[in-house]
């Protein structure tokens, strides 16, 4: 029986964080079904729960409260995990303990673990894996998001150039990061565009259901449902102009201007939640693919301009180009938008939604993924032991989240 790592984000109160995570994990289950196949308990820094500092309210409290149970919950009932943990920033030790475990194959991604803006020039994240780990490297549909080669300084370069030729099959989320994994010398045979793991869900809608109920909130009237970030100065503006409209407005984080605020929804309930919605407007990719998985129409904003690649290349961007909406569903500038331009994008979204070309791309990109899958399961075994033994380095265990 082989041992399978996944190597990936989880630990985030972000909805499409775990729905990445448990969609990967499922769809490895599937291809290995006589292996054993779990999380790598690794996380790159501790996460502390905190509530919205940016509307504290007793009600607000409450729903933050709400939401860290519904994640933790999450975690611990959808995501198997190694049992020694380790949580850190430092590369060396990351790489010690991934030796340790000893793993047949290791899968990282989804997500954007590969980026690095976090991190200082003389240092890189986990995620770009030592060519000397012994087992099967995979990069599964992994992204850098917004970094590029003219980031990298000359330690990070050589570190990344040797990691990518450390790995048997390199699947990338978006344009923006096949480009970097060219550049850096991945082999064009190993190297492939590979789609985001949640295109393999298929949406269970009793949780949503269930909490519509529960929070007295009915689609009956036209909904608008916002994702914005104190960023969108325009947010409380656009939020009347449909009121005036006659919409109700639906908010995803705390808002003074929503007449609903859903931010204590859990990743399962969030995955149904966008399908009875007229409008989404968004700055999440999650928020747009999952939109696009319940048939709603959307309007992605980025936040800023670091979101994008000196190239112009996003995430949103290449998701989007994948059913042919970049160009009408895709706003890159939000701080020079108006109100009537969003309003305008908004219903231009809605005039152009094609429900039949978007079943297509999703039923596509979904047998595209379980392929490359394929081509993980159909890896050969791993080299046998070159060296003896290896120093055990000292680990965090116990739970996690």
């Known amino acids: 029986m082989r041992r399978i790592g996944l190597l990936t984000y989880y630990w985030t109160e972000n909805p499409g964080t775990v729905m990445q995570a448990v969609c990967t994990y499922r769809a490895l289950r599937k291809q290995f079904p006589e292996d054993h196949v779990e999380l790598v ?24 409260t709400v939401r860290m149970l519904k994640y933790r919950k999450a975690r611990k009932t959808l995501l198997p995990f190694g049992r020694q943990s380790l949580v850190t920033t430092d590369y060396e030790r990351s790489q010690a303990f991934l030796r340790e475990q000893d793993y047949d194959v290791l899968v990282v991604g989804s997500d954007t673990l590969l980026e690095l803006h976090r991190f200082g020039p003389e240092t890189v994240t986990a995620f770009w894996l030592a060519p000397d780990i012994r087992a099967r490297k995979v990069m599964c549909a992994a992204s850098a998001r917004s970094t590029s080669l003219g980031d990298l300084s000359e330690f990070q ?36 565009m590979v789609p ?78 966008f399908r009875d919605a007229k409008l989404v407007i968004t700055h999440r990719f999650h928020d747009t693919l999952f939109c696009l998985k319940n048939l709603t129409p959307l309007l992605t904003v980025l936040p800023r301009a670091s979101y994008e690649t000196a190239g112009g290349h996003s995430k949103y961007d290449g998701l989007l180009k994948m059913f042919g909406m970049s160009e009408t569903h895709l706003i890159r500038d939000h701080s020079g938008a108006t109100v009537k331009q969003i309003l305008d994008a908004g219903e231009r979204s809605m005039e152009t939604h094609n429900p039949q070309v978007i079943r297509r791309g999703l039923s596509q990109y979904q047998d595209q993924y379980e392929g490359f899958l394929h081509k993980v399961a159909a890896l050969p075994t791993r080299e046998p032991v070159k060296a003896a033994g290896m120093q055990p380095i000292r680990t965090e265990t116990g739970t996690h989240g």
Not at 46 to 63: E, F, K, M
Not at 157 to 175: H, I, N, W, Y
Not at 186 to 191: A, E, L
Not at 223 to 244: E, G, N, S
Request: charged share 25%; aromatic share 14%.
């Open 157 to 192: 370069r050589k570190t990344l150039e040797a990691s990518v030729q450390g790995f048997d099959l390199l699947g990338v989320r978006d344009p923006a990061t096949y480009e970097l994994i060219r550049g850096l010398g991945g082999p064009p045979d190993k190297i492939e």
């Open 196 to 273: 985001d793991p949640t295109f393999t869900y298929d949406i269970d809608y009793g949780p949503a259901k269930a909490y519509l109920r529960k929070k007295h909130l009915s689609f009956e009237r036209p909904t608008v449902i916002l994702h914005m970030t104190r960023q969108f100065t325009w947010a409380a503006d656009l939020a009347d102009a449909y009121r005036a409209r006659g919409y109700q407005v639906v908010s995803l984080r705390p808002a003074r201007y929503a007449d609903y605020i859903c931010n204590d929804v859990s990743p399962l309930e969030w995955a149904g939640l």
């Open 41 to 64: 308990n690794y996380r790159s820094w501790r996460y502390w729960w905190r509530p919205n500092l940016s509307c504290i309210t007793p009600a607000q409290w409450g729903r933050d």
